[in-house]
């Protein structure tokens, strides 16, 4: 079983920043990818950015430039730096893993920004 946690969520202001960390734990025996999902209210789940094993990122068009996703392998944990934030990033983002038992997804973390 692999637990997934997310933190570093919050209230900022717009043009602030947060970093986002997800730290996975349990049977983890491969991981290919580690993604950031959000789900904005009235609108359908989003992937924001992907992290592959050997490092390769890809981000979704609106977040191109403002975020950055990374990870510390060793520690199975991935993280999203996000700045520049803007009202319409607010979101629950959720953290998901895709490895050789599945996929996994952690409980989310709200990310709230004031205009």
Known sequence: QVQLVES??????AGGSLRLSCAASGSIFRI???????RAPGKRRELVASITSVGSTNYAESVKGRF???RE????????QMN??????TAVYYCNIVGLT???WGQGTQVTVSS
């Open 8 to 13: 570093g969520g919050g209230l900022v202001q």
């Open 84 to 89: 520049s934030l803007k009202p319409e990033d």
């Open 102 to 104: 599945g996929s996994s």
């Open 73 to 80: 392998s060793a520690k199975n944990t991935v993280y999203l």
């Open 32 to 38: 290919d990818a580690m993604h950031w999902y959000r």
């Open 68 to 70: 950055t996703i990374s």
